[in-house]
């Protein structure tokens, strides 16, 4: 049985791995049309293609389109090929930015910090070992979830410091393209009468972390920008959400300097001991599709397990 009408899409902007990925599998198996821009190089696709051929096997429309998400020849290019597969009574029914492109980089000179190398050379000492050895071990036994070691763990960041360009790309890609995909699917009337844009941040909207301030910029600049989406395009029937999920293992976190620390301690935070998964928010989505999700507008849903409420 399909969950969701024949002729509704989902748009997923970032949907080869993570996120996008797993919200484009779970719509196309309970019914939903999907479409998926992605920006990946060719050695990435003997990854990827496996996964779109499990999408393709649940029986509905899809196209991948690896291009630049955030050109405006490459959404233009979206929109032409929209037109063609939609057809007469097709229209776009999701949204999903999920975009993952941004700078990771410190705002200010690093100043040593000893703390955490002194623990570890007084826990050598005390133990007859090399502070190499524990060093070592700590990261591998993160690896491994012994997770109450994360404050062992040093997190390596670049000596290379943000620049306006770095901090100007971020906040566009990660945040205020969101607005101009928006506004090209409305001028090119693809959008379903009861359509839903849905964006996604993480806690570092409100807490700063080393190397996030890009995109820390971005998230909150997308969270305003939805807002603005939420009130303005409300008359067209269009609905605005942000997605705040917990630490979630994707390709876009471990590029982030000191990313299994932040593992760590997000399974140890966790009421429910574990971190979210892309299958979580896909599920989510999936949810915030049906017509009953219709009255949620302009809102940060969080989608975590309780972990941002939830101190040790």
Known sequence: MKD?????????????????????????RHGMNVLVVHRDRRGAMRR???????????????????????????RGRVVDTLREQLGERGRVRLLLHSIAFGNLKPVAPAVDDNRVAQAVEKLASRLGVAAEAVSEAVSDLLVDGVNPLYSLAEAQYGSTL?????????IF?????MLFWVQDLHAAGLFADDARVLGMTSEGNEVAWKGYAAVAAAKVALESVSRAIAVEFAAHGIRSNIIQAGITPTPALALIPGSARMKASAEL??????TTTPQDVADFIALMCTDEAAWVNGSILRVDGGEHVSSF
């Not at 899809?62 to 020849?73: G, I, P, R, T, Y």
């Not at 890609?173 to 393209?177: A, D, F, H, V």
């Not at 935070?269 to 574990?274: I, L, M, Q, T, V």
């Open 173 to 177: 890609s990660m945040g205020t393209s």
């Open 269 to 274: 935070r966790n009421p429910f001991g574990r």
């Open 4 to 28: 969701y009408c024949d002729d509704h899409w989902a748009v997923i902007l970032g949907g080869s791995s993570g996120f996008g990925l797993a919200t484009a599998k779970k719509l196309a």
């Open 162 to 170: 943000i620049e306006p360009e770095d901090m100007e790309r971020t």
């Open 48 to 74: 990827i293609e496996p996964e779109f051929e499990k999408i393709r096997q649940c029986g509905r429309g899809f196209v991948a389109m690896n291009l630049d998400a955030l050109s405006e020849e490459g």
